[in-house]
T-cell receptor
Framework: AQSVAQPEDQVNVAEGNPLTVKCTYSVSGNPYLFWYVQYPNRGLQFLLK??????LVKGSYGFEAEFNKSQTSFHLKKPSALVSDSALYFCAVRGPIYNQGGKLIFGQGTELSVKP | DTEVTQTPKHLVMGMTNKKSLKCEQHMGHRAMYWYKQKAKKPPELMFV???????INESVPSRFSPECPNSSLLNLHLHALQPEDSALYLC????????????????FGDGTRLSIL
């Protein structure tokens, strides 16, 4: 069965410092991984995805994620955090390609707080 | 601005009321989704429509009734809800649900915040 884990409920970072939000996955077959962000009183916004190809994926708002097959991880990173990055971040894996492929399995979420 | 529009933004209803949530997208997407989200928790999938047909019902109580009148619209009809149904209800759409179409991201609306008195 597909699953994702976000081991940190909360991450605190000072503005200007690099940030990392961790995600590990468990899938049978090739992983198809996504990161979403949710700002207060908003829906989820897509940041980036890994389907195949380069292990470093670049996304919206200066975010990137590193896919590591041996460690089954897909950590979200940004070189310099902004206060406006403060939000709830979800890692997700999609279902098996020919059965419920579009169903997303979400991690529990990580609340990122960036202080000035 | 989100490309998936949900109305109303807020809804307060009694346990005996009947109401409907609406969702609209004009991106030509053929898969549409309803999720329920509690505060600071991940969204929980409720229903999936693929090409206007119900593909997934995640064992949702019958007091929630989805409807997909056409490829752009998705409704969620509510009746005799319980206090524990108070939550943010999110609609999403994506290019497709199966095969390589499912590699495309889901686009979410900003939700309807539902309160049951």
């Amino acid at each position: 069965a597909q699953s994702v884990a976000q081991p940190e409920d909360q991450v605190n970072v000072a503005e200007g410092n690099p940030l990392t939000v961790k995600c590990t996955y468990s899938v049978s077959g090739n992983p198809y991984l996504f990161w979403y962000v949710q700002y207060p009183n908003r829906g989820l916004q897509f940041l980036l995805k890994y389907i195949t190809g380069d292990n470093l994926v670049k996304g919206s708002y200066g975010f990137e994620a590193e896919f590591n097959k041996s460690q089954t991880s897909f950590h979200l990173k940004k070189p310099s955090a902004l206060v406006s990055d403060s939000a709830l971040y979800f890692c997700a894996v999609r279902g098996p390609i020919y059965n419920q492929g579009g169903k997303l399995i979400f991690g529990q979420g990580t609340e990122l707080s960036v202080k000035p | 601005d989100t490309e998936v529009t949900q109305t109303p933004k807020h809804l307060v209803m009694g346990m005996t009321n009947k109401k409907s949530l609406k969702c609209e997208q004009h991106m030509g997407h053929r898969a549409m989704y309803w999720y329920k989200q509690k505060a600071k928790k991940p969204p929980e999938l409720m229903f999936v429509y693929s090409y206007e047909k119900l593909s997934i019902n995640e064992s949702v109580p019958s007091r929630f009734s989805p409807e997909c009148p056409n490829s752009s619209l998705l409704n969620l009809h509510l009746h005799a809800l319980q206090p524990e149904d108070s939550a943010l209800y999110l609609c999403a759409s994506s290019q497709g649900f199966l095969g390589s179409e499912a590699n495309q991201p889901q686009h979410f609306g900003d939700g309807t915040r539902l309160s049951i008195l």
